[in-house]
Nanobody
């Protein structure tokens, strides 16, 4: 079993910055992908950014140039640096990992989410 704990959410004014962190723990052999998704009220959950073990990244078009994902593989930790935040970035942000454990190969795990609220 893999547990994910997110932190770093909060209230910030438009144009400000926040840094989210996600720590994965448990019986983990390896983590291929670590990523961040978000879900705004009344909307579907969407990919924000993700990074493979080797460092390949994908970003949603809406956050390119403003958000940066990074990870520390040795610590099973991912970060999301969010700059130039906009009102439309308000959402619950979820950490997602694709991990291999002693009993499961390449399974997706989700954190409980951390709320990011951008105010005007």
């Amino acid at each position: 079993q893999v547990q994910l704990v997110e932190s770093g959410g909060g209230l910030v004014q438009a144009g400000g910055s926040l840094r989210l962190s996600c720590v994965a723990s448990g019986s983990i052999f390896s983590i291929n992908i670590m990523g961040w998704y978000r879900q705004a009220p009344g909307k579907q959950r969407e990919l924000v950014a993700r990074m493979t073990y080797g460092g390949t990244t994908n970003y949603a078009d809406s956050v390119k140039g403003r958000f940066t994902i990074s990870r520390e593989n040795a610590k099973n930790t991912a970060y999301l640096q969010m700059n130039s935040l906009k009102l439309e970035d308000t959402a619950v942000y979820y950490c997602n990992v694709r991990a291999t454990t002693p009993v499961e190969y390449g399974m997706d795990y989700w954190g409980k989410g951390t709320l990011v609220t951008v105010s005007s």
